[in-house]
């Protein structure tokens, strides 16, 4: 194959990726808490990365498995044990098997032995690593995470952040991993942290522009087929003409 066709399949490969992420993104719309994905071309990352200037591009390379944090809307639910984060932070979670989890996703519930566990069965943390457990589903929240218990004892919900967000793997669900054994390294607990009682955090997927993106790369990849298309012609004649005498 002649360069002209890998670069338009390259092209036609890379939109394809971008569309999977475009679509995992429309798929989670109404997912809780949810923070959608992006992939960047490599290109651009080297240049901001080394401040160097490229004046052409050959073959197009994207990375993938970025995630953009940024805040999603807040709506009122009316359950007591429904919290969401604005600002910064995660709550902390661990499964039946002890793998520990981060996660925006507030939608929480008591289970049989009182402890606050959300949607996927795994168990809030409190900064001392255990389950945190409260008697009943009407408690009172303080936007700094303080629960107040019967007989005036308390018990606090702390949020992690990291220094670093690409420490952060996505797992699907709306959950992140750190790599294991390094949780207590990598994370910091939120000093100022702002949790609302009664209230869900949505995914920040804008509907209007995942559209639009996926309209642009569909226009791209078809165009990248009409390419490949032609060079696969000019390819034949060339051959035809190479044939001649």
């Known amino acids: 194959m002649n360069r002209g066709t890998y670069v338009a399949l390259s092209g036609a490969l890379v939109r394809q990726q971008m569309m999977d992420t475009i679509s995992h993104n429309l798929s989670n719309n109404e997912t809780i808490g949810f923070k959608k994905g992006q992939s960047v071309f490599k290109t651009m990352m080297e240049r901001a990365a080394n401040g160097q200037f490229l004046e052409r591009v050959n073959l197009a390379e994207i990375e993938e498995g970025f995630t953009d944090f940024s805040q999603g809307n807040l709506s009122p639910s009316g359950v007591p044990t429904h919290l969401a984060i604005q600002g910064e932070g995660f709550f902390k979670v661990q499964d039946e098997q002890g793998n520990v989890y981060y996660t925006?996703?507030?939608s929480l519930r008591l289970d049989s032995e009182g402890r606050m566990i959300n949607a996927q069965g795994m168990a809030l943390l409190g900064e001392d690593g255990r389950p945190i457990t409260v008697p009943n589903p009407d408690i009172t929240i303080a936007?700094?995470?303080t629960i107040m218990l019967d007989e005036g004892q308390q018990t606090k919900i702390p949020l992690y952040t990291f220094d670093d967000y690409s420490v952060l793997s996505r797992q699907g669900g709306g959950q992140f991993t750190v790599?294991?054994?390094q949780e207590r390294q990598l994370e910091t607990l939120v000093t100022d942290p702002h949790i609302f009682q009664g209230q869900l955090e949505g995914s920040n997927v804008n509907l209007m522009q995942e559209m639009s993106q996926m309209v642009e790369s569909t226009r791209v990849f078809?165009?990248?087929?009409?390419?490949l298309k032609t060079y696969h012609s000019l390819a034949s004649e060339a051959n035809k003409l190479g044939t001649l005498g």
């Open 222 to 227: 078809e165009a990248c087929q009409k390419m």
């Open 143 to 145: 936007e700094d995470g």
């Open 179 to 181: 790599p294991k054994g």
């Open 104 to 106: 925006r996703q507030g």
